[in-house]
C-alpha cells in the first residue's frame, strides 16, 4: 500500500512588477553612468527641459539629469545596501544573544532595544553628521545605529519560537550543544526574516540619506546622491525648471516603491516557507493498581539485568495556577535488551510524561522520587551534563510529532548526518534511512515532503544515529491507518530483534495484538502503571478491570465503550483507582 503523501506547499510566486522595476532601476544605475561616461559641465546646454536629446533634462551645470540621477541613486543605494547590512548585522547579534541567553542577558537587551528605538531616528542622525559633516562614515553610521533595533526584535521572536518546538528539543536530545542548536536551527530559522528586514531597510535608508543631504548635512553637493540633487534643485520649482527636482524624486520613489513590493512579497514567502507483585483490589476484588503479572517489577528479577530500571517512580507537575498534576505514581517498570514493551493507556494517563523522565526531559518544577536506573546509572536527580553523557547514545527518543521533528525549511538527510557528527558514531545516513525501510533519495527531502509513516521512519532513523542501548517511540503509530501503523511496529520490532530495548507507547492495541510484535505490555491509568506482564497475556486475558475494558473497546471486541471518564490528574487524590471512575462495575458485568 502507498503511503498517503502531504502535497508540498506551493512557495508564493514573487510579484513580477516590483522585481522587474528594481531590476532596471538597478540596471538603469550601473548601466549608464558607464555608457555616458564623464561627464562635464557645459553652461550653454543649462537647464533645458526634458526632450528628445536629454530624456530628463539638464540641470544648472548642463549635465545630462538622465545621467546625472543614474549616479545618484548608485550612491544612494550603494550607501543604503551598507548601512542596511550593518544594521542587520547588529540586530542579528543582539537578538540572536537576547534569544539564546535569556533571563537578565535579555531583559537587558530588549531595554537597550527599545531604548534605541524610542530615540527620534532623523534626529539622532542629525547630531551625528552634524559632528562629523560630509563623512560618509558618519553618515553610515547614524543610519545603521538607529535602525538596529527592529531587526533585533524580529530576530528574538522568531528565535524563541523555534527553541520551543520540537525539532530544537529533539536535536538537544540527540546530543546537541547550544552552540550546535542557534547555528543549525535559530540562526537558519531567523536569518530568512533578517533577510526581509535587511530589503526593507534598503529604501528607508535611501529615504534617510536623501534627507540629510537635502538637509545640507550628508554628502557634499558635488557627490551626486539623489538627496544632494534634491538639495541643489529645490529653489528650482520655484522658477520654472521643475525637471530638476521631478527627475531624481522619481527615481527615488520608483526605487522605494519597487523594494516596498520586493520585501512584502519576500516576508510572505519566508512565512509560507517556515510556513511538536500482584495483589488484591478491594473493590474490583481481582488485582491491585501496579498489578505486575510476572513479578520483576518489584520482585524476582529475569536472567537478562534490565538496562532501564524504574522504581516505585513519582512525578508531580506544577501548573500555571499553583497546583500539581499526578502524571505518575509509583511506577515501576523494567526494558530489557532485546525486548520490546509497549505502553498503552488512556490519553493523558501520563505515557509521554514517564517517556519524558526516563530521557531527563521532566518539565522544570516536576517533584520527582524512587528511581530511574539506565544502564546501572541511578539518574532521577542526575545534572544536565550525565543526561547529556547518556541521551542519543544510551537512550535514545523518537519524539511523537514526526516531521515536525525536523527542521522545516532543510532537508532531511543533513539533519540525521548532524546528529550523527554530534553524537560521534560510525553509521552513515544511507545505512540509517536504510535500517528503518527508506529509500537512500529521501535523504533529499525536505520534511514537509514526506508521509506520515516516512516521517515516523526518519525521526526513528534519527534517534538510531548514537546506535542507543535503550530507544524510546513516543506515539510512533498516531495518525497512521492500521496497516502503516503495523509496518511501524513490525519496524521496531527489528530494532529490539537488534538487542535494543525499545519502549513504544501507543493508543494502537488493536494492531499490537494483530501484530503480536510486543514481548511485553505495561498498562498505564491515571499515572500509575495497573498491569504489567508478558504481552499475550496482557492483551488476551487481562486481569485488571482498566485492561479488560481497553480490551472490551476495541472494535474485534465489540466496541463496549469505556464506562466514565478519566479523572483529572490535577490533584487527584493518592487512594484513586479505576473502581471509583465505574462505581465498580466491571466490564464483564456489563
Ligand atoms: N509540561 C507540563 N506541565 C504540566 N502538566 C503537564 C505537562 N505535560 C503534561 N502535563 C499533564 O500531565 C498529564 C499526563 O500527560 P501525558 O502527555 O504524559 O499523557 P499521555 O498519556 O502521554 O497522553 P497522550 O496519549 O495524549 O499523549 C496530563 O494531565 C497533562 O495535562
Not at 343 to 352: A, D, F, I, Q
Request: glycine share 10%; aromatic share 4%.
Amino acid at each position: 500500500m502507498s503511503e498517503p503523501t502531504t502535497r508540498p506547499r506551493r512557495r508564493r510566486a514573487l510579484r513580477p512588477l516590483p522585481v522587474a522595476t528594481l531590476l532596471v532601476l538597478i540596471g538603469y544605475a550601473v548601466l549608464t553612468p558607464w555608457w555616458a561616461g564623464t561627464q562635464t559641465a557645459d553652461f550653454s546646454q543649462a537647464l533645458l527641459p526634458p526632450g528628445p536629446g536629454q530624456w530628463f533634462g539638464t540641470d544648472h551645470s548642463g549635465y545630462d539629469l538622465f545621467v546625472r540621477s543614474a549616479e545618484g541613486l548608485r550612491v544612494s543605494l550603494l550607501i543604503a545596501l551598507v548601512c542596511a547590512v550593518v544594521a542587520t548585522v547588529l540586530g542579528v547579534a543582539v537578538g540572536a544573544v537576547a534569544a539564546t541567553a535569556g533571563g537578565r542577558i535579555d531583559r537587558f537587551l530588549m531595554r537597550a532595544t527599545d531604548g534605541v528605538n524610542a530615540l527620534p531616528h532623523l534626529l539622532i542622525g542629525v547630531v551625528i553628521v552634524a559632528l562629523y559633516p560630509g563623512s560618509l562614515t558618519a553618515i553610515i553610521a547614524s543610519i545603521s545605529l538607529t535602525h538596529w533595533p527592529q531587526i533585533a526584535r524580529v530576530v528574538r521572536a522568531e528565535m524563541l519560537s523555534v527553541r520551543s518546538s520540537e525539532y530544537v528539543e529533539a536535536a538537544y536530545l540527540w546530543g546537541a550543544s547550544r552552540g550546535q542548536v542557534l547555528y543549525r536551527h535559530l540562526l537558519p530559522a531567523a536569518l530568512p526574516q533578517a533577510a526581509v528586514g535587511l530589503v526593507m531597510l534598503v529604501p528607508h535608508a535611501v529615504w534617510h540619506e536623501s534627507t540629510l543631504s537635502f538637509l545640507g548635512l550628508g554628502l557634499s553637493p558635488d557627490e551626486a546622491s539623489l538627496g544632494t540633487l534634491l538639495e541643489v534643485a529645490r529653489g528650482d520649482v520655484f522658477t520654472g525648471a521643475w525637471w530638476t527636482l521631478a527627475a531624481p524624486a522619481g527615481v527615488l520613489v520608483a526605487t522605494t516603491l519597487s523594494v516596498a513590493g520586493l520585501s512584502n512579497a519576500l516576508g510572505g514567502r519566508s512565512r509560507s516557507a517556515l510556513g511538536r507483585g500482584r495483589g488484591r483490589d478491594p473493590l474490583a476484588g481481582i488485582v491491585t493498581e501496579g498489578s505486575d503479572r510476572d513479578g520483576e517489577g518489584t520482585g524476582t528479577p529475569r536472567a537478562t539485568p534490565p538496562l532501564v530500571r524504574v522504581r516505585s517512580l513519582t512525578l508531580r507537575l506544577p501548573t500555571e495556577d499553583d497546583r500539581w498534576v499526578h502524571a505518575a505514581t509509583g511506577v515501576d517498570l523494567d526494558l530489557r535488551a532485546g525486548e520490546l514493551t509497549a505502553l498503552v493507556g488512556e490519553s493523558g494517563s501520563g505515557k509521554s510524561t514517564l517517556a519524558s523522565a526516563l530521557c531527563g526531559l521532566s518539565p522544570a518544577g516536576t517533584r520527582s522520587s524512587g528511581s530511574v536506573s539506565i544502564d546501572g546509572r541511578e539518574m532521577l536527580d542526575a545534572d544536565e551534563r550525565a543526561w547529556r553523557g547518556l541521551r542519543g547514545r544510551t537512550i535514545g527518543l523518537a519524539a511523537q510529532s514526526g516531521a515536525e521533528t525536523f527542521t522545516p525549511v532543510r532537508r532531511v538527510g543533513p539533519q540525521i548526518a548532524e546528529v550523527i557528527d554530534a553524537l560521534g558514531t560510525e553509521v552513515s545516513v544511507p545505512e540509517l534511512l536504510e535500517r528503518v525501510g527508506l529509500e537512500a533519495d529521501t535523504a533529499d527531502k525536505f520534511p514537509h515532503e514526506l508521509s506520515g509513516g516516512m516521517a515516523v521512519r526518519a525521526v526513528t532513523a534519527a534517534a538510531l544515529a548514537g546506535e542507543p542501548a535503550v530507544l524510546v517511540a513516543d506515539e510512533p503509530t498516531a495518525g497512521l491507518d492500521p496497516e502503516l501503523a503495523a509496518q511501524i511496529l513490525l519496524l521496531l520490532r527489528r530494532v529490539a530483534d537488534t538487542g535494543t530495548a525499545v519502549l513504544v507507547i501507543t493508543h494502537d492495541l488493536q494492531v499490537l495484538e494483530t501484530t503480536d510484535v510486543a514481548d511485553r505490555v505495561a498498562i498505564m491509568y491515571a499515572g500509575r502503571i495497573v498491569e504489567q506482564g508478558p504481552a499475550r497475556d496482557v492483551l488476551t486475558a487481562p486481569e485488571h478491570p482498566y485492561g479488560r475494558a481497553l480490551m472490551a473497546a476495541l472494535p474485534a471486541h465489540g466496541l463496549h465503550p469505556l464506562p466514565g471518564l478519566p479523572p483529572e490528574l490535577t490533584d487527584l487524590p493518592d487512594d484513586h483507582s479505576f473502581a471509583d471512575r465505574t462505581g465498580g462495575t466491571d466490564v464483564a458485568d456489563r
